[in-house]
């Protein structure tokens, strides 16, 4: 065999080639490893300095993560909903203070500013079609569960939901604290009812327009309860209704 330093090199890198390396699983065996299964390696472990933060849903229902506890790296339901979650649904969560495979770093601080108040993206990893678009309302750190953080979140759209062991990003889409000109949200009004509490963020009393799905504007009674939120109450149960706070 000729000296490795002589063979020509590959500037084409294609998911195929491959590299002879040693298997620590396997007694440290001789192997052949591939571009691709390198480069999904690295990403599915989160080895590359990423600006998106990566975590896996956990469903805590399920007994094999039950017997492992929440771990770092993860996202979590408390109290625990089994199989998937649509984003349409999603409320609240637990969020880990590390991301995956990044257990010694606490980027906790990025839960609260910037995140509070704007609205963020979270998507799957594997598959951007599934995404959901939220107000991210409130962070706190979980009273018993200190490594986790309780977050609070108003759906605005999207599409799928959080799924056991799949990855996932959370990513700040739109700056919403401190930044010149006014704020404004949009509230999703489901599942069907005739009384909606909505957290919308805003720190303001906002005003508050409502339409139904024909985009027709109805009336209702809007309570403030707080700066960041407010009870809507109709004469009738109804679905589907947006509301706008500006």
């Known amino acids: 065999m000729?000296?490795?330093s002589t063979y020509e090199k590959d500037l084409n890198i294609n998911p195929d080639d491959k590299w002879i390396g040693t298997d620590a699983d396997f007694l440290d065996a001789t192997k052949n490893f591939t571009a691709g299964a390198v480069a999904t390696w690295i990403a599915q472990f989160n080895y590359?300095?990423?600006?998106?933060?990566?975590?896996?849903?956990?469903d805590m229902t399920i007994p094999a993560n039950i017997a492992a506890g929440?771990?770092?790296?993860t996202i979590s339901q408390?109290?625990?909903v089994?199989?998937?979650?649509?984003f349409s649904t999603?409320?609240?969560f637990m969020l880990s203070i590390y991301q995956k495979n990044r257990c010694t770093v606490d980027i906790s601080g990025y839960y609260t500013a910037p995140l509070v108040g704007s609205t963020v993206i979270i998507t799957k990893c594997t598959d951007m079609s599934t995404w959901g678009i939220f107000t991210w309302v409130s962070a706190?750190?979980?009273?018993?569960?200190?490594?986790f953080f309780d977050i609070q979140v108003t759906y605005i759209a999207g599409n799928g939901g959080f799924e056991n062991d799949q990855d996932y990003f959370i990513s700040l889409l739109d700056y919403g604290t401190n930044v010149p000109g006014?704020?404004?949200?949009?509230?999703?009004?489901?599942?069907a009812a005739s009384t909606f509490n909505v957290n919308h963020g805003l720190n303001k009393f906002s005003s508050v327009t409502i339409v139904d799905p024909n985009e027709e504007i109805v009336e209702a009674h809007v309570d403030y309860t707080s700066a960041n939120s407010v009870t809507i109450t109709f004469s009738e149960v109804v679905n589907n209704y947006k509301a706008f706070f500006n």
């Open 2 to 4: 000729a000296r490795i």
């Open 48 to 58: 590359v300095d990423n600006p998106f933060p990566r975590y896996t849903y956990k």
């Open 70 to 73: 929440r771990e770092c790296g």
């Open 78 to 80: 408390d109290p625990a």
């Open 82 to 86: 089994a199989g998937v979650i649509p």
């Open 90 to 92: 999603l409320t609240n």
């Open 140 to 147: 706190q750190v979980d009273p018993i569960e200190t490594s």
């Open 182 to 191: 006014d704020k404004n949200h949009v509230a999703t009004l489901t599942p």
